[in-house]
């Protein structure tokens, strides 16, 4: 029988990446692993339970309270995380705040986790592929302390890890520690994550271009032309791309990484900083596509270097294979004077 890698051992075997960690990094990894296969299996379901599926707030048949399934991803991440004691914090899009855990155990963690526990939420009723996307940091506040504000609103490049669980034709987590991007396949004959997709790279180039051209009139004028650019007929660099657009991010993310592509949320004249959250969704990718050879860009400069000010700011983005990245932002910085 072949030797499969389960994410279990992968972890196990790799504890010696998380320098200054003694299991804490190794721990939040599993926390994640537990919490994602509870949701997938909600997710799976959806399609028969109606009742998941029903508004946030309305009542199902046995008078018990009813969860959309991004309310539900986020209680079952924040408390699995909670139960592992290493974690003294979580932001999430879900809610307002940040949550500070009043546990003793949880204040002593010298990390805070932030995440989008379920992306591209509006694909949930359609069985169209959504995932969750998470970010780890080291605290900036006092061990032994309530998990504080300054602890959330770090740069990407303080990143120790980053990932995202997409739930598609099959179920995935992939992760950096800043070692590389490793993603397992879930197999749900065995209720484990496998090793399939070891050190993945971003193509160089490609030719998948990923935006929601419902706002093309919206886009300045550097957006417009780049998009042109990738429409336009030339066979020498393989042109015109492809359009492919989900409106999952994680999805859209993850084919483009294993084929190339690039992924943007630009600016529009309604949303002047686009729509996508530095913190949950632009950061912890940007992280992965880094690690994978790839580029994200607001347009202006490295997602990873953007000082956020508040835990839901949103950033103009623009990620994938690294030529295609500089070529658009070639686009944005020439067009950047001109009327919109
Ligand atoms: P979420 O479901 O977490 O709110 O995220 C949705 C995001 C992202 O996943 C997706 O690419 C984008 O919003 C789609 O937005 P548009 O419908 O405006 O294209
Ligand atoms: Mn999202
Ligand atoms: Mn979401």
Known sequence: MSHFTTLGEFIIDRQKDFPGSSGELSRILSAIRLA???VNQEINKAGVAADILGAA???????????????YADEKFIKAIEARGVVCGIGSEENDDYIAYESEKCQNGKYVLLMDPLD??????????????FSVFKRKSEIGTKAELKDFLQIGDEQVAAGYVIYGSSTMLVFTTGNGVHGFTYDPGIGTFILSHPDMKFPDNGKIYSVNEG????FNQGVRRYIQYCQEIDASTNRPYTGRYIGSLVADFHRNLIKG????YPATNAAPNGKLRLLYECSPLAFLAEQA???????NGRVMEVEPTELHQRVPYFIGSKEMVEMAE?????HKESAQ
Do not use: H, P, R, W
Request: aromatic fraction near 6%; glycine fraction near 16%; charge should be negative.
């Open 293 to 299: 050879g790839g580029s994200a860009s607001t347009g």
């Open 330 to 334: 070639t686009f944005l910085q020439t």
């Open 57 to 71: 707030g309305s009542e199902n048949i046995q008078g018990e309270q009813q969860q959309k399934l991004d309310v």
């Open 36 to 38: 994602s296969k509870i």
């Open 261 to 264: 592509g690039i992924y943007m």
């Open 215 to 218: 706002n093309y009139n919206n």
């Open 120 to 133: 591209g939420s509006s694909n949930i009723d359609v069985n169209v592929s959504i995932g969750t996307i």
